[in-house]
């Protein structure tokens, strides 16, 4: 196959890449292609001639990015998938893999674990309802392509990543990364760090090498795996002061205040129940090892490769 790689520049696109043999390989700058730009895609997929894509790319952020920044998150994110889904379709392209997010979900949902099957009962919470709602229309214009064009478009739902190339943003980045930025600013400064989140909030992690080989499995398996429903890609719930002590501790950090608020879901525990039976052979990453991977690479990069 002929694989064109959206947000290939991600950390789940450069996680993707260590993988990446046996087939013909595309992974585009924003420079080479460029997702806004319709006519920048037309050109490089007439040019490589890919046979197959993985959608990765998008407009993402933690949970301070999404409040701020929600016209942005929607404008930016809708335009990027149908330029993508149109220019494959039109290049006949007709086979991908594309990347949603739990945020779909509801925010009320009628039971936990939420289950595929859930997605669109109810309202997303309203803390990333931008870019929740831009992944709906993801999935459902995949639908579309399936149920009207013959397509065999699969959408796969990770919960919280993590690993190596993350954005490890403080304002912007996703809840690991920014903490582990913070916990590196705190111990250079020796200085108190204090974080706010819920005691009781619990979120389900999985490493970005979890994703990458997810995507690989379904490559050759795509046709026995049903499109008509998303895969979410989960595993069992963290607390998120029992990963902030782990990070204070690979550190060596102590000096750092839980302020008890939450501004996004307590929790959001999914069903990784399809997953388990799609892949029963399939093995998580250790959670502590590769959390500890994690700090490592932001500690020996950032003067070099860290995003931030």
């Not at 997605?119 to 214009?141: C, D, I, T, V």
């Not at 795509?222 to 989960?234: E, F, N, T, V």
Request: glycine share 4%.
């Amino acid at each position: 196959m002929r694989i064109l790689v959206t947000g290939g520049s991600g950390m789940v696109g450069r996680t993707l890449q260590s993988f990446a043999t046996d087939h013909t390989w595309f992974f585009p700058t924003s420079k080479e292609m460029n997702l806004m730009d319709f006519d920048s895609i037309q050109s490089f997929i007439k040019k490589n001639n890919p046979n197959f894509v993985i959608h990765l790319a998008a407009n993402v952020g933690g949970l301070y990015k999404n409040l701020a920044v929600r016209v942005d998150m929607l404008h930016d994110n809708l335009i990027m998938n149908e330029n993508i889904l149109t220019a494959c379709y039109n290049n006949k392209i007709t086979r991908g893999i594309f990347l949603c997010s739990t945020c779909i979900f509801p925010k009320n949902p009628p039971a936990y674990p939420m289950t595929e099957d859930m997605m669109l009962l109810g309202e997303p919470h309203p803390s990333n309802a931008s870019y929740a709602w831009s992944k709906r229309l993801l999935f459902f214009q995949c639908q579309n392509y399936n149920e009207e064009r013959g397509c065999h478009y699969l959408c796969l739902i990770p919960t919280n990543i993590f690993g190596p190339h993350d954005n490890f943003s403080i304002a912007d980045g996703h809840v690991i990364a920014a903490v582990i930025h913070r916990f590196y600013v705190a111990k250079q400064q020796k200085t108190r760090l204090e974080i706010k989140t819920g005691t009781n909030s619990l979120r389900q992690f999985i490493s970005a090498c979890d994703v990458a080989r997810t995507i690989l499995s379904c490559l050759t398996r795509l046709d026995d795996i049903s499109q008509r429903s998303p895969i979410i890609i989960a595993h069992k719930e963290h607390r998120l002061v029992d990963v902030i002590q782990k990070i204070s501790k690979l550190f060596d950090h102590d000096n750092y205040l839980i302020i008890d608020q939450e501004l996004g879901q307590e929790r959001k525990p999914c069903s990784f129940q399809r997953f388990t039976e799609t892949f029963p052979n399939f093995k998580f990453d250790d959670f502590d090892q590769t959390l500890a991977k994690t700090v490592e690479w932001f500690q020996d990069h950032y003067h070099t490769d860290v995003r931030r």
